[in-house]
């Protein structure tokens, strides 16, 4: 993750592919997210996502478990010609009741 954080271009090109794990935030993507999405996406004619495959994950406290938050993402795959999955999609909704404080999954 550090080196995502330290130079997100050369961690994306290195990747075959891509799994964002989606947290929800305000019915959109987190800035952070979006940021390094938009870094990793530059010089425009040297995009270390296009044409990489994407699937999108995500959880939520709310009922919709990250569903806004993927849309959205998903939008922005468009623009930079990602090719993410579109089945199955993957939300877990009410996530704060499903694990303990260890991170156990709850069934």
């Given at each position: 993750m550090l080196g995502m954080m330290l130079n997100p271009a050369a961690e994306m090109?290195?990747?075959g592919s891509k799994i964002p794990v989606n947290p929800k935030y305000e019915y959109s993507i987190p800035g952070?997210?979006?940021n390094a999405i938009d870094w990793a996406s530059r010089p425009y004619d040297d995009s270390a996502w296009t044409g990489k495959p994407a699937a999108i994950m995500g959880a939520s406290v709310g009922a919709l478990g990250?569903?806004?938050a993927q849309y959205h993402l998903r939008q922005v795959f468009i623009f930079l010609n990602i090719h993410d999955m579109k089945q199955p999609e993957m939300m877990l909704p009410?996530?704060?009741q499903k694990f303990d404080a260890q991170g156990n999954h709850h069934r």
């Open positions: 090109t290195a990747c952070v997210l979006k990250s569903a806004r009410l996530a704060s």
